[in-house]
């Protein structure tokens, strides 16, 4: 067993959802922090986020069919894993479009990729980093306030 990833990525997924929750629900879709997300009987993969295209009833497994957008914190130890292995079983799924945020270390110290699927492939549709906000009309229409998503000290310093 390997540690939970750093308090940046707990702090930016909380943040994150908490930004993203209301514009889901307005748009239809429920948003939910960490589930399983199965693609055959062993092959599942856990998004820090996971946009549904409805609410759950006390599932412990749901099908990538229910999935409209996985939204993956990378962490520095899973890299290979949050940018390419997970988006190939999500593509190969046919699940609509993918988030990935980066907190790292150094500047720009978060950035933002949105992307949609096409052709069995995840296009970006939309970046941001920094201080700027990710704005985008799909899956819903969103704004994401990129810096909110730092820790509180670490935005102090950049600002």
Same mark, same amino acid.
């Given at each position: 067993? @390997?540690?939970?990833?750093? @308090?940046? *990525? @707990?702090?930016?997924?909380?943040?994150?959802?908490?930004? $993203? +929750?209301?514009?889901?629900?307005?748009?239809?879709?429920?948003?939910?922090?960490?589930? *399983?997300?199965?693609?055959?009987?062993?092959?599942?993969?856990?998004?820090?986020?996971?946009?549904?295209?409805?609410?759950?009833?006390?599932?412990?497994?749901?099908?990538? +069919?229910?999935?409209?957008?996985?939204?993956?914190?990378?962490?520095? @130890?899973?890299?290979?894993?949050?940018?390419?292995?997970?988006?190939?079983?999500?593509?190969?799924a046919g699940?609509?479009?993918?988030?990935?945020?980066?907190?790292?270390k150094s500047?720009?110290?978060?950035?933002?990729? $949105?992307?949609?699927?096409?052709?069995?492939?995840?296009?970006?549709?939309?970046?941001?980093?920094?201080?700027?906000?990710?704005?985008?009309?799909?899956?819903?229409?969103?704004?994401?306030?990129?810096?909110?998503?730092?820790?509180?000290?670490?935005?102090?310093?950049?600002?």
């Amino acid at each position: 067993m @390997s540690p939970y990833e750093g @308090s940046g *990525n @707990s702090w930016a997924s909380k943040r994150l959802a908490r930004q $993203l +929750d209301d514009m889901a629900e307005a748009a239809g879709f429920a948003l939910y922090m960490t589930l *399983n997300v199965v693609f055959a009987a062993h092959s599942w993969i856990q998004p820090d986020l996971v946009l549904l295209r409805d609410t759950l009833e006390l599932d412990t497994w749901v099908s990538a +069919d229910e999935v409209v957008m996985p939204i993956e914190l990378v962490s520095p @130890s899973s890299r290979r894993r949050d940018r390419i292995d997970k988006p190939a079983l999500m593509a190969k799924a046919g699940i609509p479009f993918y988030l990935r945020i980066e907190v790292t270390k150094s500047l720009p110290a978060v950035s933002a990729e $949105l992307c949609e699927l096409r052709d069995g492939l995840y296009h970006p549709i939309e970046r941001s980093t920094g201080g700027r906000r990710l704005d985008s009309d799909v899956p819903f229409p969103m704004s994401v306030d990129l810096l909110d998503l730092l820790e509180p000290r670490r935005r102090q310093k950049l600002v």
